[in-house]
Structure formats: C-alpha cells, structure tokens
C-alpha cells in the first residue's frame, strides 16, 4: 500500500532567504526614514539660508543704485587680483549685522552675531512663545569678479553661505550678475 504525504510547507532553506529579504527591505526603509528626518530638520535653516543669500544679493544691487557705492568699490578688498580694492571682506565671515553702510560683509561691520525671531507653537509671530534663533553656525562669503570679454562693466556676485546641520555641513551657493549700469 502506498501513502502520500499531504504535508506541504516551507523549508527551512526558503524561510531563511525569506527572512532575509524581510531584513534587507527594512533596513532600507530605516536608512531612507532616518535620511528624511535629518532633512526634515535642516528645513528651517534651508530658509534662512536662502534668506540671507538673497539680502546679500540686494543690498549690493541697492547701494549700486542709490549710489552709495560707487562701481569701483563693488569689489573684494583683495579679491582676484590680490587688490582689488574694494569694500567686500574676502573669506567666509559670521552672518554679522551690517554697519553703518548697511551692507554686509563689508569692512565696517560689528562683530554682533545676526539673530532671527521665529514663532513658536502657536504659529503666530510677535507672541510671547516666539523663538529667537542666533546664527552663531552659518558663515557668509561675498565673492565678487569680473566678467571675462566684458570691459569691467559686468561682475558675478557669488554669495556661499555654510552651515552645521547635526554632523553635516551643508551649504547654499547663490550667484547672480551685476552691471556698471543702474
């Protein structure tokens, strides 16, 4: 007489190749939820960054076109040529307030760290919950060049602003053109 097994199942060979599909799967997903966090946490200063950049950027097209500056000091002080002449402090800087020109990154500055206020949990600013954040970790270069082939009349204003975020330094570059022509 002969039997027939109806005993079906997994082996213990698929069980173990199962598993490990299962391990492989979550552990990517853990790297891709702890990637996203730390993004996640850099979102406020991802803003601010592009903030800052963007002031530098305007507070130089403003003193070009209220004349507070004339074109020749729309330069690093050392910049490309080693003298270049200009108002614009070579090198990162801290995020400083301006001084009395009102342009950052300049030879007048003070060395008084820039604060931010935020809103704190209830959402609303200029409320007794609000935050005030001091930019002690970022840092500002303003690098200014001229143009190759455009006779002095055109620079690139470059602004690298470089911050901590955790164990990564991250950093924001913003450039932009500017001409002898207001």
């Known amino acids: ?29 853990a790297g891709v939820l702890a990637t996203g966090m730390q993004n996640l946490s850099s979102s406020p200063q991802d803003v601010i960054v592009t903030q800052k950049a963007s002031q530098a950027i305007e507070a130089v097209f403003s003193a070009r076109d209220s004349h507070k500056l004339t074109w020749s000091q729309i330069r690093n002080i050392r910049g490309v040529s080693g003298n270049d002449g200009g108002i614009f402090v070579d090198g990162p800087t801290n995020l400083t307030l301006p001084g009395p020109d009102g342009i950052v990154n300049t030879q007048d500055d003070p060395m008084t760290i820039e604060t931010i206020i935020l809103p704190g949990h209830d959402q609303i600013l200029g409320t007794s919950d609000d935050q005030t954040i001091t930019l002690n970790n970022f840092t500002r270069q303003i690098a200014i060049a001229d143009v190759p082939n455009e006779n002095g009349n055109l620079r690139s204003v470059t602004v690298t602003i470089t911050y901590q975020n955790g164990p990564t330094k991250r950093t924001y570059t913003l450039v932009s053109f500017i001409s002898s022509y207001s």
């Open 1 to 29: 007489m002969q039997t027939m097994s109806s005993e079906k199942g997994f082996s213990l060979i698929e069980t173990m190749v199962a598993l490990g599909v299962l391990t492989v799967g979550v552990l990517g997903a």
